[in-house]
């Protein structure tokens, strides 16, 4: 978790220097919660969902790069799972301009469609929002821990068994676009299967892009709160 922020903020703060006028997005898709088996084959079901959502003419058309993080949070009253779909998402201004903008109704009408369902998931899309000296000490805090944390004892066996089974073999982490591109020729290992030595930068200052970073990790941990 600390490596692919840390590796996030050098990625972003690289995007800034070539693309400054570019704006930032969160955005959050959703799936109806599911039991245990259906797991593995849901998050499949989701990945190529979102495939599908961004080569959309109207995302790809103001999209300058992207990070899509797949997260998986356990429900312990009905004992269901529930997959969904973080994205740090890059954007050109005119994204904000005349036709080009895509409503959090269109982004959900967009979703189901790529999802092939007969409902609309709950989605959520923000912006980038300014952050006061009081609260930077906060989202980076939270930037360490991108992954809400779970009890997994004993007691709940049988959750770290359908999470072995559901995540096996699932890429949860992704890049696209200009974030891509920029990946390669930081040359950056991976995130996932990579070793895990060099995982902050030992900077005092607090750059631009490890700041975005934070703000997207913390939201990320509140999103479900907003109906």
Do not use: C
């Not at 903020?9 to 570019?22: F, H, L, M, W």
């Not at 469609?113 to 007969?118: E, F, G, M």
């Not at 920029?182 to 607090?206: C, F, M, P, R, Y």
């Amino acid at each position: 978790s600390m490596k692919y922020s840390y590796q996030t903020s050098r990625i972003v703060d690289e995007a800034i220097k070539e693309e400054p006028k570019g704006r930032f997005l969160f955005l959050t898709l959703t799936v109806k919660n599911v039991e245990g088996e259906a797991l593995n084959s849901t998050i499949s079901q989701l990945t190529k969902s979102f495939d599908r959502l961004f080569k959309r003419a109207k995302v790809q058309r103001n999209l300058l790069g992207y990070l899509r993080s797949v997260e998986v949070t356990h429900n312990e009253n009905d004992k269901t799972y529930h997959p969904h779909i973080h994205v740090l998402m890059m954007v050109r201004p005119s994204y904000f301009k005349g036709g080009n903008y895509i409503t959090q109704k269109e982004w959900g009408e967009m979703w189901s469609n790529s999802l092939k369902v007969d409902y609309t998931p709950m989605i959520d899309i923000r912006t980038v929002k300014e952050t006061g000296k009081g609260l930077r000490g906060a989202v980076l805090e939270t930037a360490k821990y991108p992954t809400k944390p779970i009890n997994l004892d004993v007691e709940n066996k049988q959750v770290v068994d359908d999470l072995y089974n559901g995540l096996y073999r699932k890429r949860q982490l992704g890049y696209g676009g200009l974030f891509k591109t920029i990946k390669k020729q930081l040359a950056l290992d991976d995130v996932e299967n990579g070793d895990l030595v060099h995982t902050s930068d030992d900077k005092e200052n607090i750059s631009k892009g490890t700041e975005i970073v934070a703000i997207w990790n913390a939201n990320k941990q509140n999103y479900y709160l907003k109906k």
